[in-house]
């Protein structure tokens, strides 16, 4: 009996192999680390020793993710820099023993700054916000569209503006009226949403993302370090379709959250950019023995219990001397610059970095890179036109073409340099080969000195954000460009997107009413900072707030609309209706606002 029950069992299951982060051979883990164990239930880990060569043995406590595929290991004390760690991780029935070593970090830090000479040019005057009599705290940039071949489409363009220095120039100038934040614009440049930045903080890549199956806002706030090294402090933020917020995500082991990237998994975990500042031995490149260096990390992180899931370090898997930047005495080194991340097939993701003019794909069960695309190592063979240097966003697009922001590609021609430009190319895996499909130029070009991004848009279109450079353009399938708008100087934005996104927010509208000395009516201003499905005011007025009754209303016109009524008040309210008739929200009542004079002046 005992024979036939074991020939009708089912065969045994295979072990699974977890993937423990920091990664096996990691020269430069934070001293703050978790141990991270990716693959498995936490239920199903055996038991873990933690023992450092300095320090010792490592108690702690073992965390589920939300994702039930893992847990972390959180050490009741961090380790000593430079030590080693020896992590064991004890075999079960559905889980491999694993036995694995890394290095703690010696931390440096971020100073220093690059000599850059002074620009003689005179300054340019202040650029003139948007300013709305309903919103008079709002005074968003202004975007102008020189180019608008589109038709409405219901998709409006998403950015980030934040001042940077001229040419030359080592700060922006002082921010006399010069809000900046996230904003969402209209093609014709009418902000739809404007998020002004409270405080010194900076906002950057606004865009719309999905979160437990919804449509959300994110971006990333925090310290900017410009002009350099370009990077950022912070903490990347999830708001819903009625803009209230859902979460903070940061970036754990003891690091911040980077300015580079920010994406959503289906699984609910965020990818995200750290720049970890580490001592590293910077001979092999002409430096010191020992000098601040910035090491470019990816990691996973749980969104809701903020414990990291994966972490993996460029530095030990990209050699220094592949970078295209020489370091100087007493200043940061940046070798690589990671600027963004995608995730591809399970247990892949494609990273670039500016710093090696290379894009590699990475098996993050290993942490091996699989192949690199650009650069002084390329295991493709670049056709004409494919090479690309300082490139940002890389995207590997569902029909097998890879897109890219190149911001100046290194062909072998005499100055001046090569413009800017958006990038696909076609990858042949098989044969280790990259061609030139096609290529976005602005007319009169554009040399970005950092950042840009490219977007395919569902109509086949490309969306180009031209970085350091104050320009959007659309470009359509056959090259021809569509849509061209600029920001005034001093304003960029990091990367710019074009979405579609309904939102109605908690916050009821906004309005003003005004009327002149002498004058028999009023004016109403209405707007709704963020009101999407507005198609209509409507004006309500009476002789208390308790008696309104309609006496008018107009088309909404832009991020404000102006309504002329004849003395119906004294008291006034607005309504928003939607195409329909339906009503989205109504303002507080409010009685008109008394101008004293016509001329003030």
């Known amino acids: 009996m005992v024979g036939a029950l074991a020939l009708c069992a089912p065969p045994a299951r295979a072990a699974t192999d977890v993937t423990v982060s920091p990664l096996p051979g990691t020269p430069d883990a934070s001293p703050r680390t978790q141990i991270s164990f990716l693959g498995a239930p936490a239920g199903r880990l055996g038991s873990i020793s933690v023992v450092g060569s300095q320090s010792g043995a490592h108690p702690g406590k073992l965390m589920a993710y939300s994702t039930g595929s893992g847990a972390s290991f959180l050490p009741n004390a961090p380790f000593l820099p430079g030590e080693h760690v020896e992590v064991r991780l004890a075999a079960t029935a559905s889980v491999s023993a694993r036995d694995i070593r890394f290095t703690v970090a010696r931390p440096g830090q971020i100073s220093g700054s690059p000599p850059i000479p002074r620009s003689t040019r005179p300054p340019l005057p202040p650029p003139v916000p948007h300013m709305f009599v309903s919103r008079p705290d709002l005074q968003p940039p202004v975007l102008t569209p020189t180019t608008n071949e589109l038709r409405p489409s219901g998709a409006d363009v998403f950015l980030a503006p934040f001042p940077i220095p001229p040419p030359g120039q080592i700060a922006p ?124 990390v990816v990691q996973e992180v749980d969104i809701r219990t903020g414990l990291v899931m994966f972490e993996w370090h460029t530095l030990g898997h990209v050699a220094i001397v592949d970078s295209n930047v020489a370091p100087l005495k007493n200043v940061v080194y940046d070798p690589t610059h990671i600027n963004s991340i995608q995730i591809l097939r399970d247990g892949f993701i494609l990273v670039s970095e500016r710093n090696t003019s290379s894009v590699y794909e990475i098996n993050t069960r290993t942490g091996r890179i699989e192949w690199t695309l650009g650069g002084d190592h390329s295991t493709f063979r670049m056709g004409r036109g494919a090479r690309f240097s300082w490139q940002h966003d890389v995207e590997l697009q569902a029909n097998g073409t890879l897109t890219m922001f190149d911001d100046h590609h290194d062909e072998p021609l005499p100055p001046p340099k090569p413009p800017s430009r958006g990038l696909a190319l076609k990858l042949n895996l098989a044969q280790r080969a990259a061609t030139l499909v096609h290529q976005d130029v602005h007319h009169p070009t554009i040399v970005a000195g950092n950042s840009g991004n490219v977007q395919s848009l569902p109509n086949g279109d490309r969306l180009v954000g031209w970085g350091s450079a104050p320009n959007v353009t659309e470009f359509s399938g056959n090259e021809k460009v569509v849509y061209d ?5 001093p304003f960029s934005s990091y990367r710019a997107y074009r979405f579609r996104w309904s939102a109605t ?22 707007s709704w900072n963020g009101a999407t499905e507005v198609a209509r005011w409507q004006v309500l007025a009476g002789p208390d707030v308790t008696h309104l009754a309609p006496v008018g209303g107009a088309p909404r016109h832009g991020f404000e609309t102006a309504m002329t009524l004849g003395g119906r008040g004294p008291f006034f309210a607005v309504r928003a209706l939607t195409a329909a008739g339906r009503a989205l929200g109504t303002s507080q009542t409010v009685k008109p606002y008394p101008i004293l004079s016509a001329n003030p002046g």
Do not use: C, M
């Open 505 to 526: 927010p908690t916050l009821p509208p906004d309005l003003a009413v005004i009327r002149l000395p002498g004058a028999r009516q009023e004016t109403v201003y209405a």
């Open 173 to 296: 100038p002082p921010p006399t009226l010069l809000q900046r934040g996230p904003v969402i614009v209209d093609s014709r440049g009418d902000p739809v949403w404007f998020h002004p930045q409270q405080g010194g903080s900076a906002q950057i890549g606004l865009r719309v993302q999905s979160y437990k199956g919804a449509p959300v806002l994110t971006w990333w706030q925090g310290q900017l370090l410009v002009p350099y090294p370009g990077i950022g402090l912070g903490e990347d933020v999830i708001v819903d379709s009625s803009y209230r917020e859902l979460a903070r995500v940061q970036a754990g082991n003891g690091y911040a959250a980077d300015i580079h990237e920010f994406v959503i998994s289906p699984q609910g975990t965020a990818w995200l950019t750290v720049y970890a500042p580490v001592l590293t031995d910077l001979r092999p490149v002409g430096g010191d023995r020992l000098a601040s260096t910035l090491d470019s």
């Open 485 to 489: 708008a600029r920001f005034q100087r």
